[in-house]
Every structure is written in structure tokens, then in C-alpha cells.
């Protein structure tokens, strides 16, 4: 069974640029989340998706966006970039339900210059 | 509102002592904890997690992990360290939004654990 796929690994962008980062969850999952993880925040939660319908979302601002597929794919779009934005983006999908599994990809590395 | 607190950022063993890495958590009402193990330059890996059906739980590559509510705690234990649990373990607490059925993780900020030979 394949497991959440994150594209692409890596980025360089430049401040002011936008990006668009993706993530195909495992098949039979509806849910997606995505985390941003940076040394000095953490782990932050940033919304999570459902049938193509954002369910939660995070304490970040509206330049941070993102989507859902009907088939689950998730993009997340970050607009405007600043150097903070520079982080791991993990990706997580998990099957209906509460309280269920979360299974991460490897994460996109996004570094902003 | 829920959280998880991480003691000590970093710790260091001997390859063959025991592991122990502290959780505290803070939750209002019966918590659904979760410990994630992350390798360098990789996603988080489940190690384990405790939904309230029994308070010592077993997990992946022989750890595991007690819940005490009177302590608030749920640290991850290994009796026996090896080489290749060198890695940074996260705590987390799932969180259900009120209205929608959705839920998220709040992590804690991470142990990095060194193993020596």
C-alpha cells in the first residue's frame, strides 16, 4: 500500500513568490492535514481538508491557502512568501473518524531566499 | 485548551540503558495522546498511541508508553536502547474541533534523543 507522497522534496523560492506544494494521500483516506514545522515553532497544525472541504483550520495568515481533490489530492498554496516561511510542510492523511491514524509523507523542504 | 509538554529537548544514552522521554499533558476532558518518532529528513512515524482502553500502551520497536492522569503524564519508555533509535520523538494531543467533526494534533516541541556507543 503506498503511503502519503509529498511533491516536490525540495524548493528555493524567493521572497515575494508564490508556491504550491502537494500531497496524495493514501488510497481510501479522505482526510488531509497539512503541518508546518520550523526549529523554532514546532510542529504548527494548518488546516485540515475532507471532501474537498477545508473542516479546521490554523493561526496563520490568509497568504497560506489550500485545496482538496474529489480524489483527496491536497495542494497548499503559500502566496506572498517571507523568509519565515522557510520550514519542513508535512502532510498527513488518516481515514474517516475521529481520533484515527495520521500517516505523514516525508514532508516538503521549502527555503525561501 | 489541550497541550502536550515536552521535558528536555534533548537527551543523551548509552546504547542498552533504558530510554525515558517525559510527556505532560493538559486537557480538559479524556485525552487521545500520541507519540511520533521522526528520522532525520523524513516524515513522523506512529510509535504509539492511547485512546483510554488500556493506560500502559505498546507500540512499534519495542516502546512503550504508561498514561497516568493523576500525574498527567504519559511518558515513552524503551528498556534497552539501540543505535538506530536516535531520532526526534514528538508527543501529541488530538484536539476535535467543537462543530464539524474535524480534529487536529497539537505537538509537543520535541526530544531529541542521541544514543552513544
Known amino acids: 500500500k503506498a503511503g502519503v507522497t509529498q511533491t516536490p522534496r525540495y524548493l528555493i523560492k524567493t521572497r515575494g513568490q508564490q508556491v504550491t506544494l502537494s500531497c496524495s494521500p493514501i488510497?481510501?483516506?479522505?482526510?488531509v492535514s497539512w503541518y508546518q514545522q520550523t526549529p523554532g515553532q514546532g510542529l504548527q497544525f494548518l488546516f485540515e481538508y475532507f471532501s474537498e472541504t477545508q473542516r479546521n483550520k490554523g493561526n496563520f495568515p490568509g497568504r497560506f491557502s489550500g485545496r482538496q481533490f474529489s480524489n483527496s489530492r491536497s495542494e497548499m498554496n503559500v502566496s506572498t512568501l517571507e523568509l519565515g516561511d522557510s520550514a519542513l510542510y508535512l502532510c498527513a492523511s488518516s481515514l474517516p473518524g475521529i481520533h484515527t491514524e495520521a500517516f505523514f509523507g516525508q514532508g516538503t523542504r521549502l527555503t525561501v531566499v | 485548551a489541550q497541550s502536550v509538554t515536552q521535558l528536555g529537548s534533548h537527551v543523551s544514552v548509552s546504547e542498552g540503558a533504558l530510554v525515558l522521554l517525559r510527556c505532560n499533558y493538559s486537557s480538559s476532558v479524556p485525552p487521545y495522546l500520541f507519540w511520533y518518532v521522526q528520522y532525520p529528513n523524513q516524515g513522523l512515524q506512529l510509535l504509539l498511541k492511547?485512546?483510554?482502553?488500556?493506560?500502559l500502551v505498546k507500540g512499534i520497536n519495542g516502546f512503550e508508553a504508561e498514561f497516568k492522569k493523576s500525574e498527567t503524564s504519559f511518558h515513552l519508555t524503551k528498556p534497552s536502547a539501540h543505535m538506530s533509535d536516535a531520532a526526534e520523538y514528538f508527543c501529541a494531543v488530538s484536539v476535535p474541533k467543537t462543530q464539524g467533526g474535524s480534529e487536529k494534533l497539537v505537538f509537543g516541541k520535541g526530544t531529541k534523543l542521541t544514543v552513544n556507543p
Open positions: 492511547y485512546t483510554s482502553a488500556a493506560t
Open positions: 488510497s481510501g483516506h479522505r482526510s
